[in-house]
């Protein structure tokens, strides 16, 4: 806004421009804040996120008291078992992933983005920053909540483990950073090709049907290839006990790290393309 100021010895005034500020990674962070929770399906995407995480976590659960002692042994797992929802809760996730980004492009809202905030690297970083607090916090809550109410069921077989049992709260915690990894992979694909459906289709591809032909496959490769499946890889981290049999799978944390390699190259490829690509 300009403002006027009275020259010396004369009586009109003459205009002098307010400084200013460049456009700062702050000012994009309460940008994209303000974006992401003025939008209505973000709401409604979180809720049915929570809803069937742990919905399906209680149906599972009910599941094992059904069976009673015929679940019990050395593969039985209760942490994991309550956590079960996660499983589709990881495409929920990757829906709002994928919008968080393609959602400008649909609308033509990136150019205004872009012209409030010229500088594109501060542009995605504030993206990934605030989307990532929103999935991980959500998911954490879920992964909680899922433990909790799904121990409560098992409770009354005398199947459940506490937060203070070995592994126990590193699989629940592992829960909520499994889900912001999933939505984390489906913004950098959504990055990448712009194109909402299209970053959906292939999160999905990548989360949950590379996961189902793998079991297509001859036992021999399934050997070499199962445990660097996407879900497979990260799934490690919310559980507490060790798959039985074969293929030996990645240990909790190194199977995470694994996942999370996904994503960042996912992420890596959206930005280069980002940055070199006009809007």
């Not at 009109?12 to 992401?36: N, V, Y």
């Not at 996730?93 to 809202?109: K, N, Q, R």
């Amino acid at each position: 806004m300009a403002t006027t100021t009275q020259l010396p010895g004369s009586s009109a005034p003459a205009l002098r421009s307010a400084p200013s500020g460049r456009a700062g990674f702050l000012g994009a962070l309460r940008s994209e804040f303000t974006k992401i929770r003025s939008v209505r399906s973000t709401y409604w995407t979180l809720i049915a996120l929570v809803v069937v995480t742990i919905g399906i976590g209680a149906l599972a659960c009910v599941g094992a008291v059904s069976r009673g002692s015929d679940v019990r042994g050395p593969g039985f797992d209760a942490t994991q078992r309550s956590l079960a929802g996660l499983i589709l809760g990881q495409l929920i996730i990757t829906v709002l992933g994928a919008l968080t980004v393609t959602s400008e492009y649909s609308t033509g809202m990136i150019r205004t983005s872009l012209t409030v905030q010229p500088r594109r690297g501060t542009l995605l970083a504030a993206k990934g920053v605030v989307f990532t607090l929103v999935s991980l916090v959500t998911g954490l809550v879920a992964s909680f909540v899922s433990f909790f109410i799904g121990q409560a069921i098992l409770s009354s077989k005398h199947l459940d483990v506490s937060l203070g049992d070995p592994n126990v709260l590193r699989a629940v915690i592992g829960g909520g950073l499994f889900l912001a990894v999933c939505g984390m992979l489906a913004f950098g694909l959504g990055t990448l090709l712009r194109h909402t459906a299209g970053a959906i289709t292939a999160s999905i591809g990548l989360l949950f049907v590379l996961f189902v032909l793998i079991n297509f496959l001859p036992s021999s490769w399934q050997n070499h290839v199962d445990k660097w499946i996407p879900f497979n890889a990260g799934s490690q981290i919310w559980s507490t006990v060790a798959p039985q049999g074969n293929p030996p799978m990645f240990s909790p944390w190194t199977g995470f790290a694994v996942f999370t390699a996904y994503a960042v190259i996912a992420i890596a490829a959206g930005a280069f393309v980002f940055l070199k690509r006009d809007a």
